[in-house]
T-cell receptor, first 116, second 113 residues
């Protein structure tokens, strides 16, 4: 089965510090994108960052960056200078091999709490 | 463009009743997905439309579930003879192309009592 695994159900970090959320995936696709989504309490899912698998350079979006290790099928998210507004559930997502849909499979999430 | 819109936001229904949810995707997006999310879990794929064609359905989508996307615009998800196990957040997402990533709606929270 093709899966996405987030091994940290909960994490906390002090405001202004750096935190890294882990994700491993298993896809049979040869060319694909990987995604991190953020879901604040009672609010909608928001795309945080996207990584193209055939690009060696790690994606960066302001305070958010990824550490992509293709051979290890690892895709971690680093949040620098954490802010209170970063408190949310974070989901890693990978496409599964299934025809034209290219639907994403999501991990079970990591609840991140930023402490003042 | 106001993003992906879902209605209603909340629905409470009695077991055995039928419910219907609506999703209005971003107008330029031809790809539309329905997911289900239970508390503390990641979204699980239900079904996919490309324009008006329903091209993928998950095994999670039992015969009590049906989805449509007439004219390739808005989509509806209907659940017949609801069961308590159907209680969840139902999420709609749209995308302009494969591998672009999704824009999600705010979801419809269904509670079956």
């Amino acid at each position: 089965a093709q899966t996405v695994t987030q091994s940290q159900p909960e994490m906390s970090v002090q405001e202004a510090e750096t935190v890294t959320l882990s994700c491993t995936y298993d896809t049979s696709e040869s060319n694909y994108y990987l995604f991190w989504y953020k879901q604040p309490p009672s609010r909608q899912m928001i795309l945080v960052i996207r990584q193209e698998a055939y690009k060696q350079q790690n994606a960066t979006e302001n305070r958010f960056s990824v550490n992509f290790q293709k051979a290890a099928k690892s895709f971690s998210l680093k949040i620098s200078d954490s802010q209170l507004g970063d408190t949310a559930m974070y989901f890693c997502a990978s496409p599964i091999s299934s025809g034209s849909a290219r639907q994403l499979t999501f991990g079970s999430g990591t609840q991140l709490t930023v402490l003042p | 463009d106001t993003g992906v819109s879902q209605n209603p936001r909340h629905k409470i229904t009695k077991r055995g009743q039928n419910v219907t949810f609506r999703c209005d995707p971003i107008s330029e997006h031809n790809r539309l997905y329905w997911y289900r999310q239970t508390l503390g879990q990641g979204p699980e794929f239900l079904t996919y439309f490309q324009n008006e064609a329903q091209l993928e359905k998950s095994r999670l989508l039992s015969d009590r579930f049906s989805a449509e996307r007439p004219k390739g615009s808005f989509s509806t998800l209907e659940i017949q003879r609801t069961e308590q196990g159907d209680s969840a957040m139902y999420l709609c997402a749209s995308s302009p192309r494969a591998d672009y990533g999704y824009t999600f709606g705010s979801g419809t929270r269904l509670t079956v009592v």
